[in-house]
């Protein structure tokens, strides 16, 4: 390989000063004719011969400044050196095993896969489907659980329920099913994923399809919009329903589902607001609500929320879906919830500040490499300025049926 480069190096330098020889040489013929009707010899000839010898000297000059710059560059292992470490584009893991895409809970780590997941066990642990030190909590009733997941992404988080919550068709078959939701430890027996994003829909479908995620029975994925509950194919709804119907044991009137509805870092996102999945989970799925979101600080000024809803519409956030906490209550109170089963937690200290430093550690690495934050540098920015300001807050909202 450097020997084929070396030799299109100098084939390509060669064909430089050959071009660059004719070229002079033309342009001189013609300034001759310019400044003398007559010119003593003005032949073709004659002007490359002039014009060889700086033509030579000016390549010569240039290769030497060019290796004295790559010797440097290599030394300084800049990116534009002949052997740097652009290779490792050739040698970073693709697709990657982890997907992760939200803005994690930063508590005794500094990855950022880890602090994503972490935000998910905080979640079902304020739900309580996991105890404090992540495992799975024993069930409280025997009753039938299941989750519509709501921007699920990459599928991340749909890997960790399936395969950390939910029971397999083999335990269910194994037992009598009432015998099994007492005997095993809390499991979901359902769960329905909705992600709008038809290019992280199709990567997440590949990924459950290829853990063999998909051929459970009651496991099913959506590519659709989660807010607009109007628009949902019929297959969906049909799906959706089925989560929060009593199970065929189940006796006359009893209601034997605890049927939850979980959104992590995505609300936010919903247009033209969280308004209709906030009814539709309270009115058609008799849901309880779990999810990571960001409100509004108390007492921000005019000014601070103006320029925060400007700049939430970069970040896909329609226009005043950024609101108090006491506003966020009412929206939920509004669709059914009822105010003393809403609880809010602010989290923002493991969120906003440390998020940021690690996108700024994550940007000194990839620049090593030659590359970038690309789009999230924008998001580092913005970040940064929560973390400081304290405009928003991360919180995780609970809200029970
Ligand atoms: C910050 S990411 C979180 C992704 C994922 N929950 C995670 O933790 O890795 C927000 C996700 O919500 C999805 N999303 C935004 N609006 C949505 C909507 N109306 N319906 C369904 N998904 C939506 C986006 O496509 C994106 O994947």
């Known amino acids: 390989m450097p020997l084929e480069y070396s030799k ?42 002039y014009c060889a010898p700086p033509s030579l000297c000016f390549w010569c000059l240039e290769i030497i400044r060019f290796q004295k710059s790559v010797g440097s560059q290599e030394s ?29 809970y930063w508590i005794g780590t500094n990855d950022f ?18 105890t404090p030190v992540g495992h799975v909590k024993p069930l409280r009733a025997a009753k ?56 992280q829909f199709t990567f997440a479908q590949e990924r459950l399809k290829v853990k063999g995620k998909l051929s459970h029975p009651l496991v099913h994925i959506f590519c659709a919009d989660a807010g607009r509950t ?19 044991t189940a006796k006359e009137g009893e209601d034997d589902v605890d049927c939850w509805v979980l959104a992590l870092d995505t609300l936010y996102h919903f247009k033209p607001s969280r308004n209709p999945i906030f009814q539709y989970a309270h009115q058609e799925l008799d849901a309880s609500i779990m999810a990571y979101d960001i409100i509004l600080s108390d007492n ?14 970069f970040m896909g956030v329609p226009l005043f879906n950024f609101m108090t906490e006491r506003e966020y209550r009412a929206k939920l109170v509004s669709a059914g919830y009822e105010d003393e089963r809403i609880e809010i937690r602010d989290i923002s200290e493991h969120v906003f500040a440390p998020l940021t430093k690690f ?10 490499f030659g590359w970038g934050l690309g789009k999230l540098k924008a998001a580092k920015w913005l970040f940064g300025w929560w973390a400081r300001s304290k405009v928003v807050k991360g919180v995780i909202v609970i809200a029970r049926k």
Request: charged residues 20%; contains cysteine; glycine residues 4%.
């Open 144 to 199: 039938r659980t299941t989750i519509l997941d709501l921007g699920f992404g990459c599928g991340d988080q749909s890997l960790y329920i399936i395969s950390k919550l939910m029971r397999t068709p083999l335990e269910l078959s194994l037992m009598d099913e009432a015998m099994a939701r007492r005997s095993i430890n809390r499991g979901v027996d359902a769960y329905v994923g909705i992600t709008l994003d038809p290019t």
């Open 76 to 104: 300084k292992g800049n990116a534009s050196a002949v052997y740097n470490l652009d290779h490792a584009r050739l040698n970073v893991v693709l697709p990657p095993e982890k997907m992760w895409m939200n803005m994690g």
């Open 359 to 368: 996108l700024v550690r994550r940007e000194k690495v990839l620049k090593k």
């Open 300 to 313: 921000q000024s005019l000014l601070t929320r103006f320029v925060l809803h400007i700049l939430g519409l």
């Open 8 to 49: 299109n190096r100098i084939l390509y330098l060669a064909f430089l000063i050959a071009s660059q020889t004719l070229l002079s040489a033309i342009v001189l013929k013609y300034i001759y004719y310019f400044i003398s009707p007559s010119p003593p010899d003005a032949s073709l000839k004659f002007c490359l011969a």
């Open 230 to 248: 109007r628009t949902w194919p019929a297959e969906l709804i049909k799906r959706v329903k089925a989560l929060s119907m009593p199970s065929p």
């Open 113 to 130: 896969q880890s602090a994503c997941k972490e935000l998910l066990k905080e979640v079902l642990e304020a739900a309580g489907f996991l």
